[in-house]
């Protein structure tokens, strides 16, 4: 699924707002040992973002592609602002910025993904996060995973992921080393459990 075909008011998956967590086996190594934040799940395929995927850019470059601050300016960001989060969401369309956030911030180009957690891709998020204006929880994606019809489905039968509710605490959690082992977890599983149950269905 594009992200362009992601509407707001649109009937929500059963994946929506779900986890998926990448198996040990995972072959495709841009999905290896990945935690994946599902936004929408249909008929039509499904999308979401790695969320503990380090990404080289900084949120200071951000601002300075986007012109919104100029080198001096990007000296004399506060730490709060030079720290935002930016991670590296998924493989496809990696140039352009989502940001997940918290629903205490709505703009008109916001998109529910559940009953507490919104998408924003326009410049007016960025623009409020630089301002201080921002949501109280937010983290910025560069690029996005999706499905096509049925590929999704169809690597969950192959036992490639694990799905799991979605932890709010995990999708904005700074910390990426770890948030593998960390949401397994949250399931009570252990990753060497997990390894060594592997093709022992």
């Known amino acids: 699924m594009a992200f362009s075909t992601l509407k707001s008011g649109r009937e929500r998956g059963f994946l929506d707002g779900q986890f998926l967590i990448a198996m040990p086996h995972m072959a495709d190594s841009r999905f290896a040992r990945s935690v994946v934040y599902i936004c929408a799940h249909s008929g039509e395929g499904a999308m979401g973002f790695i969320i503990n995927r380090a990404q080289p850019v900084k949120f200071a470059d951000v601002l300075l592609h986007l012109e919104m601050i100029d080198q001096n300016d990007a000296i004399m ?11 590296c969401g998924g493989p496809l369309e990696p140039g352009r910025g989502f940001v997940l956030h918290s629903d205490d911030y709505l703009s008109s180009g916001s998109i529910p993904v559940s009953d507490d957690i919104c998408l924003t ?81």
């Open 77 to 87: 960001l506060p730490t709060e602002t030079r720290e935002f989060p930016v991670q």
């Open 121 to 201: 891709s326009t410049l007016d998020i960025v623009r409020a996060i630089f301002k201080g204006s921002g949501p109280r929880r937010a983290t910025m994606l560069m690029g996005y995973a999706g499905w096509g019809p049925g590929q999704l489905e169809a690597e969950i039968a192959r036992n490639d992921w694990l799905n799991c509710p979605a932890l709010e605490d995990l999708i904005f959690e700074g910390a990426l080393d770890g948030k593998y082992e960390r949401t397994l977890a949250s399931l009570g599983i252990s990753c060497a459990t997990l390894s060594a149950e592997v093709g022992h269905a």
